[in-house]
């Protein structure tokens, strides 16, 4: 051995394009292992859920253990039907993006339980401040497609008259935030949301979700300070879809041993869930909620999930992980594993799953087809031009109504 | 002479550094294995091996005071920011330490940094990937600002930069590194491949900071541009018959005052252009500067043509930026003011 000499590393991923993937070093413990603490449980007893992964879906589709959240067929089939549009709703979307329709899109593939499932679990009225990968919170508060889509292609029925790029939706009326395309800027705006929420004496919660790459930007710490100092009542997602663009997890994760265990420093509960367990997800998101609204502050969830897709429309993941890593991934797809667990109840089947997918494809082609009677990204009609001078201020300044003239508008 | 775009450019500018000079490393948000979101940084991992360039963790402020850090002990860093749009939570590492500690310890530690980032619209990017934010930068004591208009100038512009003893923001126009671009969107995607300006040179050569470029001789107006806004201004003035004098400013700070005002001087009349929203914009500095030192000379008052006060919209992009038809019209009214 040489003499030894301070040395940096840079994080690698396991594998990369060429590379056979495989996950069995991931060593997780089975579902239904950990017990389900009190709500008011002392963040300090609770540590090892930081480790962990909360699990209910055993291989074999049985709810097992005692995260069970009881849901009621009729629950569970809803969500289910709200992941398959949400795919459907995707697949369409990213079709439309390749046909020039759309100028951009984000899929969530294979992370629909991360907003689905946490989102069924919360009250209408408790605010989201999603990142631009949780559509399937949107649909679930009952978003139509085609004012989805009339955003996505900026055309006249757009909410946001054309301002933003596609998938960046705002939705007060469904207690939906403003999605921002700049990271983690609504972790500690969340935070802030709930404080509000508690000093007015209401019970409304706030829920946010960032990814594991942006868990590396300065409003992470910012969140996790204000919710620990002010015991605010907010729900903190870390969805750690393994990737940040091109980037590994272990880029922003470092030697953590998980995104979870970050909590443990700043004294609340960190809590790994499986993302892909439809049940797990709605099992911690409602013990998180539960805790808030009880006066038990805030609550970090790490859902442990694997982005299916590209980042987006601008990149080909080929160029940086295994073609066949997503199929490797040993957690499954999250809308199998809750349509096998329902089909084992005994309350869905095989030919309904097919009904509900036509179902789905057909809503998703008409609500297009109407989107498109709005108008289209190339030719418009969008929000009339001068509708890009409103907004800025309450009421337009002589500068802004002079540029306004300049433009002819 | 290889003809090359302006990424190939600014990958060959980093490649010539990185191997002449064991100080130099490149850095940022997926400018690892993946080379950079737009593949700026392509190849030089592999090339350089992981320790001189690699994968940042998702927050401006770190990279830049990483940079700093390393910098303050003898590396020349070239630190990516993934979109100008994005270098705000790094802002304070630049604006109170990157660019005042050579000030405030007068002058012993100094940061020779380099930071590059894409910018401007015209990409259908939205409010987050459309931004030209070089005025926040221009306004920071100490912080050389460029921002080349062709693959030539970004490759010896770069160079200059990493070579600088003092921090540089280096801006890339996004929407040239394919081609130039003259503001019409409905025209094909044009290439470097038959500009004179693409061709460009294997080895090390620089471009030096603080030198403009007079891309055009004139004489009934001095047009002031940098960045894509000088194609815009080539053929504005093409099409509108002008005989305009276009200067491509090349570096912002220090800005080559000589040469505009001598163009001004000549003329009498000046037109700025810059994508960016008007209102303290880079041309009001600019206009200020060129009233002072020509005041006897100028016979029109000097127009500006920029972005307008607003966030940049997704659907109306071709309505915020200032396109020919605006620079034409300012042309137009400067040459005939009487
Ligand atoms: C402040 C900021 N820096 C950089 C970017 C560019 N960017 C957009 S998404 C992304 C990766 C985010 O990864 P992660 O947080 O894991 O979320 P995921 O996309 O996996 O859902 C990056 C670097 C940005 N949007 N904002
Ligand atoms: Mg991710």
């Given at each position: 051995m040489g003499k030894a000499e301070p040395r940096i590393s840079v994080p690698a991923p396991a594998f990369r394009p060429g590379d056979t993937p495989g996950f069995s070093r991931l060593g997780l413990p089975r579902p239904g292992h950990h017990a389900r603490p009190d709500i008011l449980a002392d963040a300090a007893e609770i540590r090892d859920l930081a480790f962990g992964l909360v699990g209910v879906l055993d291989e074999e589709a049985n709810a097992v253990g005692d995260w069970a959240p009881g849901l009621s067929p009729e629950e569970l089939r809803a969500g289910l039907k709200t992941m398959v549009l949400t795919r459907e709703y995707d697949n369409r979307m990213l079709k439309m993006q390749r046909t020039k329709r759309l100028s951009f899109y984000m899929k969530s593939l294979g992370e629909e339980a991360v907003a689905v499932a946490a989102t069924q679990a919360l009250d209408a009225g408790d605010m989201l401040f999603p990142s631009y990968r949780q559509q399937g919170a949107l649909i679930q508060r009952g978003a139509e497609l085609v004012d989805m889509m009339c955003h996505c292609i900026s055309n006249s029925r757009d909410n946001l008259k054309g301002r933003q790029l596609p998938v960046h939706y705002t939705r007060k009326d469904l207690n939906w935030f403003s999605v921002s395309g700049n990271l983690g800027t609504q972790f500690p705006q969340a935070v802030g949301w709930s404080m509000a929420s508690a000093l007015k004496g209401e019970t409304a919660i706030a829920c946010s979700w960032i990814g594991d790459g942006t868990t590396a930007e300065g409003?992470?710490?910012?969140?996790?300070?204000?919710?620990?100092?002010?015991?605010?009542?907010?729900?903190?997602?870390?969805?750690?879809?393994?990737?940040?663009?091109?980037?590994?997890?272990?880029?922003?994760?470092?030697k953590a041993p998980s995104f979870a265990a970050k909590a443990i420093g700043y004294g609340i509960p960190g809590?790994?869930?499986?993302?892909?367990?439809?049940?797990?997800?709605?099992?911690?998101?409602?013990?998180?909620?539960?805790?808030?609204?009880?006066?038990?502050?805030?609550?970090?969830?790490?859902?442990?999930?694997?982005?299916?897709?590209?980042?987006?429309?601008?990149?080909?993941?080929?160029?940086?992980?295994?073609?066949?890593e997503y199929e490797a991934w040993p957690l499954g797809d999250p809308?199998?594993?809750?349509?096998?667990?329902?089909?084992?109840?005994?309350?869905?089947?095989?030919?309904?799953?097919?009904?509900?997918?036509?179902?789905?494809?057909?809503?998703?082609?008409?609500?297009?087809?109407?989107?498109?009677?709005?108008?289209?990204?190339?030719?418009?009609?969008?929000?009339?031009?001068?509708?890009?001078?409103?907004?800025?201020?309450?009421?337009?300044?002589?500068?802004?109504?002079?540029?306004?003239?300049?433009?002819?508008? | 002479m290889p003809q090359m775009n302006m990424m190939q450019a600014l990958t060959s500018a980093m490649d010539v550094k990185l191997a002449e000079d064991e100080r130099v490393l490149a850095f940022g948000e997926d400018v690892g294995y993946f080379?950079?979101?737009?593949?700026?940084?392509?190849?030089?991992?592999?090339?350089?091996?992981?320790?001189?360039?690699?994968?940042?963790?998702?927050?401006?402020?770190?990279?830049?005071?990483?940079?700093?850090?390393?910098?303050?002990?003898?590396?020349?860093?070239i630190a990516e920011i993934q979109f100008a749009d994005y270098i705000f939570p790094g802002f304070d590492q630049i604006i109170s330490e990157l660019t005042r500690i050579r000030y405030r310890s007068a002058g012993q530690y100094t940061a020779p940094v380099t930071i590059r980032t894409p910018c401007g619209g015209g990409i259908y990017g939205g409010q987050t990937h459309s931004m030209s934010p070089e005025a926040f930068f221009t306004h920071i004591p100490g912080l050389v600002v460029a921002m080349p208009s062709n693959p030539y100038d970004a490759k010896g512009l770069l160079i200059s930069c990493i070579e600088s003893d003092d921090p540089a923001l280096f801006f890339e126009p996004k929407r040239l590194y394919n081609g130039p671009f003259d503001g019409d969107p409905n025209k094909p995607q044009s290439s470097w491949k038959d500009h004179p300006k693409g061709e460009v040179p294997e080895g090390n050569y620089t471009v030096p900071l603080g030198v403009a470029d007079v891309v055009r001789e004139g004489s009934d107006v001095t047009v002031v541009a940098y960045g894509t806004m000088v194609h815009v201004a080539l053929a504005a003035a093409e099409a509108e018959g002008v005989d305009a004098e276009i200067?491509?400013?090349?570096?912002?700070?220090?800005?080559?005052?000589?040469?505009?005002?001598?163009?001004?001087?000549?003329?009498?009349?000046?037109?700025?252009?810059?994508?960016?929203?008007?209102?303290?914009?880079?041309?009001?500095?600019?206009?200020?500067?060129?009233?002072?030192?020509?005041?006897?000379?100028?016979?029109a008052p000097i127009q500006r043509v920029t972005g307008w006060d607003t966030p940049y919209p997704h659907a109306h992009e071709w309505s915020y930026f200032p396109g020919q038809e605006r620079v034409a019209r300012a042309l137009k009214k400067t040459v005939e003011f009487a």
């Open positions: 409003d992470f710490h910012a969140a996790m300070t204000l919710a620990s100092t002010y015991n605010a009542p907010v729900v903190l997602n870390v969805v750690n879809n393994q990737w940040a663009i091109s980037m590994h997890n272990s880029i922003s994760g470092g809590i790994r869930v499986d993302g892909n367990d439809y049940l797990a997800v709605a099992a911690v998101t409602r013990w998180a909620a539960e805790r808030a609204r009880g006066g038990g502050g805030p609550t970090l969830i790490e859902s442990y999930t694997y982005r299916g897709e590209a980042h987006s429309t601008s990149d080909d993941p080929s160029k940086y992980r295994p073609k066949d809308v199998e594993r809750l349509r096998a667990h329902l089909i084992k109840l005994g309350e869905w089947d095989g030919e309904q799953h097919e009904a509900w997918q036509a179902e789905c494809k057909q809503a998703v082609a008409d609500a297009w087809k109407e989107a498109l009677t709005y108008g289209t990204l190339e030719e418009g009609p969008h929000a009339p031009v001068p509708t890009m001078f409103e907004d800025v201020f309450t009421a337009q300044p002589w500068h802004l109504r002079r540029q306004r003239q300049e433009l002819g508008v | 080379g950079g979101v737009f593949g700026v940084t392509r190849g030089l991992q592999e090339k350089y091996g992981s320790s001189r360039v690699f994968d940042a963790p998702i927050n401006e402020g770190a990279i830049i005071a990483m940079a700093m850090g390393m910098a303050t002990n003898g590396m020349r860093p200067i491509d400013l090349r570096t912002l700070i220090p800005y080559d005052i000589d040469t505009v005002a001598r163009s001004v001087q000549k003329t009498g009349r000046c037109v700025i252009l810059h994508e960016a929203p008007r209102t303290s914009g880079f041309g009001a500095e600019l206009a200020a500067q060129i009233q002072e030192d020509c005041f006897y000379s100028l016979e």
